[in-house]
């Protein structure tokens, strides 16, 4: 069984699809420890209540959601996550990430993983992608122990800027992670 994290950030919109791909890990032998962002903890949003939320990623998952930053520390060593999997990947955790900035309990997961030389999959969801927050990609697609779930525009025509990644590819993306790889193409 490969132990892996699964730091949610607040792209609500893509929260059905994320519970697919969750199903997808545990199905293929992926024992998944959940991380929360502060928003994804607390705001109730026209796609679900956060409590309700957090008691579906607990049933599919066996385990309580880590939602603070000081439970969140320790993930690089004493939970022994070989890999941690940011899904949805927001463009300001995105930014926070290519910036070393530790201010919420999905950032603090990301820094312990890598900080123990350990795989980070981004799962991009984010409307300024191809805007402000380029330049962000194109720092984590140099870093090193950072990979990325496969990405391309979802609405090009009338969110010229906007990302997201193939939700169905994460699990794929995971394993290949696991072994140094990135899974190509990073753009379809």
Known sequence: MRKIGLAVTGSFCTFKNLIAAIDDLTEHDFDITPVFSFNVSSLDTR???????????RQKTGKEPIKTIVDAEPIGTAKGLELMLVAPCTGNTLSKIAHGITDTPVTMAVKAQLRNNRPVVLSISSNDALGANAKNIGILLNTRNVYFVPFAQDAPTKKSNSLIADTT????????????????PVLF
């Open 169 to 184: 590819l994460i699990r794929a993306t995971c394993e290949l992670a696991l072994e140094g790889k990135q899974l190509q």
């Open 47 to 57: 796609f679900f209540k956060a409590t309700d939320f957090c008691d579906i990623i």
